[in-house]
Nanobody
Framework: QVQLVESGGGSVQPGGSLRLSCIASGTIFSINAMGWYRQAPGKQRELVATITSGGRINYAAFVKGRFTISRINTKNTVYLQMNSLKPEDTAVYYC????????WGQGAQVTVSS
């Protein structure tokens, strides 16, 4: 079993920054891709960014240039640095790890509002 714990969510004004962290623990031999997804009220969950164990990164078009995903393989940790936040970035952000199958964190609320 694998557990994912997110931290770093919160409230920020438009243009502000937040950094999300996610640590995976449990029975882990290797993690393929790790990533971040988000779900806004009334909307479906959508991909934000993913990163493979080899460092290959994929970003959703709406975050390019503003968000940066990074990963420390030896610590089973993935980060999401979010800059220039907009009100439309308000959502619950979920960490995802592919360890044989997909595992999800409990979610971290990000609110962008003036």
């Amino acid at each position: 079993q694998v557990q994912l714990v997110e931290s770093g969510g919160g409230s920020v004004q438009p243009g502000g920054s937040l950094r999300l962290s996610c640590i995976a623990s449990g029975t882990i031999f290797s993690i393929n891709a790790m990533g971040w997804y988000r779900q806004a009220p009334g909307k479906q969950r959508e991909l934000v960014a993913t990163i493979t164990s080899g460092g290959r990164i994929n970003y959703a078009a709406f975050v390019k240039g503003r968000f940066t995903i990074s990963r420390i393989n030896t610590k089973n940790t993935v980060y999401l640095q979010m800059n220039s936040l907009k009100p439309e970035d308000t959502a619950v952000y979920y960490c995802n790890a592919e360890v044989g199958k997909d595992y999800w964190g409990q979610g971290a609320q990000v609110t962008v509002s003036s």
